[in-house]
């Protein structure tokens, strides 16, 4: 089992950034590739940004390409997401993932653990 708490998200203004971070514990959190997915009022789970096991590789959702930065620390089993230039659209319940199987670009359904969630609003 992996235990994901994701922290960081409230309320900003459009044009400004926040740092999601997702912490894991259970098993050898090195072992999975990790990820962000968002999901907002009426809408599906959707890819924001995906990272290999050891960091080297990362996917991004087009929507948020040159905004947004994934990265993880392996040695503190935590994951973040840093959100620049957040729009109103941006808004939405933002969850940590982690994925067991090869593919950085992660798929909802592949999914092997899931996080709670953290809200983000951004204000026009």
């Known amino acids: 089992q992996v235990q994901l708490v994701e922290s960081g998200g409230g309320l900003v203004q459009a044009g400004g950034s926040l740092r999601l971070s997702c912490g894991a514990s259970g098993r050898t959190f090195s072992n999975y590739n990790l990820g962000w997915f968002r999901q907002a009022p009426g809408k599906e789970r959707e890819f924001v940004a995906g990272?290999?096991?050891?960091?080297?590789?990362?996917e991004y959702a087009d929507s948020v390409k040159g905004r947004f930065t994934i990265s993880r620390d392996n040695a503190k089993n935590t994951v973040y997401l840093q959100m620049n230039t957040l729009k109103p659209e941006d808004t939405a319940v933002y969850y940590c993932?982690?994925?067991?199987?090869?593919?950085?670009?992660?798929?909802?359904?592949?999914?092997?653990?899931w996080g709670q969630g953290t809200q983000v609003t951004v204000s026009s």
């Open positions: 993932a982690a994925d067991r199987g090869f593919r950085v670009a992660l798929i909802a359904r592949n999914i092997d653990y």
């Open positions: 990272i290999s096991r050891g960091g080297g590789s990362t």
